[in-house]
């Protein structure tokens, strides 16, 4: 552990060093990915020196114990027993910052609400969960654009995708993919029955082409004339955007947003995505020794958490958290139940490096 510390240390100062240096400062681009490695290594370094002091104190500690004077000696002893409990601790918190991290974490999210099973109960259920998340996005101080919206008939949302901005945006959401369902007496239902309906979330990383290295020139790219709701210009222009990627086949398509420039945007952004799936599945095919956490395989079909109204419990099914404050939860109070999942997904990396 002490060399992987030093390892980081090194780098640290060579990064407060890049940081000064003219040639890099003239870069945006570069001096903003070694600022943002800087300021990711401080905290891992700050307490990397409040260790290594507290080991050099329980050093002196353990060399007046070999005095003869008694004094001395007790002085010793309460200062081992204080000192000891600290340098635990201390292991502790360097054991979890040493831990690896996504490094898709710190990216923005293009952001899918869909109804689904349940009819119109599903659409105002996808509203309410649109409601929760924007609320909760708003007290991280993070920014949200919205590029399409259908509405349901009767209220709520058939579909919606946002952009969301701000710091680790990716790494608090990413868990929040796949199937919501929620357990309630519908607006809709005369005879006070409770009803299931549910929900689908797709959270997506927002790459830039370099992290995926993508070619331009290995792209094809189509438009055509956009289908469904979204108001009578998609039938008159040709707003929709098709991007093939030609060495692998992958397709991509966004017919979203209001114009063409956006749905190319957000088809390259979904592209991107697929194609970095598909070397991380590639990967962890080659590799059978690779545990995939529970919380991080992303199954965007399976039922991840249940909403039950009656009862104000809301369930996360992965990790089997069950939480009686659905009235604050629904009113966008999730930071718990985040947690909880990046607790999780933590112990299972922690156990992969053991």
Same mark, same amino acid.
């Given at each position: 552990?002490?060399?992987?510390?030093?390892?980081?240390?090194?780098?640290?100062?060579?990064?407060?060093?890049?940081?000064?240096?003219?040639?890099?400062?003239?870069?945006?681009?570069? #001096?903003?990915? +070694? @600022?943002? $490695? =800087?300021?990711?290594?401080?905290?891992?370094?700050?307490?990397?020196?409040? #260790?290594?002091?507290?080991?050099?104190?329980?050093?002196?500690?353990?060399e007046m114990l070999q005095e003869e004077d008694a004094d001395m000696k007790e002085m010793a002893r309460e200062e081992l027993a204080m000192l000891e409990p600290g340098k635990e601790e201390l292991e502790e918190k360097i054991k979890y910052l040493l831990i690896p991290k996504?490094? $898709?974490? @710190?990216?923005?999210?293009?952001?899918?609400?869909?109804?689904? !099973?349940?009819?119109?109960?599903?659409? &105002?259920?996808?509203?309410?969960? #649109?409601?929760? =998340?924007?609320?909760?996005?708003?007290?991280?101080?993070?920014? !949200?654009?919205?590029?399409?919206?259908?509405?349901?008939?009767?209220?709520?949302?058939?579909?919606? +995708?946002?952009?969301?901005?701000?710091?680790?945006? #990716?790494?608090?959401?990413?868990?929040?993919?796949?199937?919501?369902?929620?357990?309630?007496?519908?607006?809709?239902?005369?005879?006070?029955?409770?009803?299931?309906?549910? /929900? @689908?979330?797709? +959270?997506?990383?927002?790459?830039?082409? $370099?992290?995926?290295? &993508?070619?331009? /020139?290995?792209?094809?790219?189509?438009?055509?004339?956009?289908?469904?709701?979204?108001?009578?210009?998609?039938?008159?222009?040709?707003?929709?955007?098709?991007?093939?990627?030609?060495? !692998?086949? &992958?397709?991509?398509?966004?017919?979203?947003?209001?114009?063409?420039?956006?749905?190319?945007?957000?088809a390259m952004q979904r592209l991107a995505a697929k194609i970095q799936e598909a070397k991380r599945q590639a990967h962890e095919s080659e590799v059978a020794q690779t545990r995939k956490s529970l919380v991080g395989t992303g199954d965007r079909s399976g039922k991840i958490r249940?909403?039950?109204?009656?009862?104000?419990?809301? !369930?996360?099914?992965?990790?089997?958290?069950?939480?009686?404050?659905?009235?604050? +939860?629904?009113?966008?109070?999730?930071?718990?139940?985040?947690?909880?999942?990046?607790?999780?997904?933590?112990?299972?990396?922690?156990?992969?490096?053991?």
């Open positions: 552990m002490i060399d992987k510390l030093e390892a980081i240390q090194d780098r640290y100062h060579l990064l407060e060093e890049q940081l000064s240096d003219p040639e890099i400062m003239a870069d945006m681009s570069r #001096y903003k990915k +070694v @600022s943002k $490695e =800087y300021k990711d290594l401080k905290e891992v370094v700050d307490i990397y020196q409040q #260790y290594k002091e507290l080991l050099g104190n329980l050093e002196t500690a353990r996504d490094p $898709e974490d @710190s990216k923005d999210v293009i952001f899918e609400i869909r109804a689904g !099973t349940g009819g119109d109960e599903a659409s &105002i259920f996808a509203g309410d969960l #649109y409601k929760m =998340y924007s609320k909760y996005f708003e007290s991280k101080g993070w920014k !949200t654009e919205v590029v399409s919206v259908n509405e349901g008939t009767v209220g709520g949302y058939s579909k919606l +995708v946002l952009e969301v901005a701000g710091e680790e945006v #990716y790494g608090k959401l990413k868990f929040e993919s796949g199937g919501h369902r929620v357990q309630r007496v519908p607006k809709t239902e005369s005879q006070g029955r409770v009803h299931t309906s549910a /929900a @689908s979330v797709v +959270v997506m990383p927002k790459l830039e082409l $370099e992290d995926v290295d &993508i070619n331009r /020139a290995d792209l094809k790219i189509d438009t055509y004339r956009s289908s469904g709701a979204g108001g009578q210009h998609v039938n008159k222009t040709e707003s929709a955007v098709r991007i093939t990627h030609l060495p !692998t086949g &992958i397709v991509s398509e966004s017919q979203d947003g209001r114009s063409q420039i956006k749905n190319r945007e957000i249940t909403y039950n109204f009656p009862q104000n419990r809301v !369930t996360d099914h992965r990790i089997n958290l069950t939480l009686y404050n659905l009235d604050k +939860v629904i009113e966008g109070d999730i930071e718990d139940i985040l947690e909880a999942l990046q607790v999780a997904e933590n112990a299972e990396k922690m156990k992969a490096g053991e």
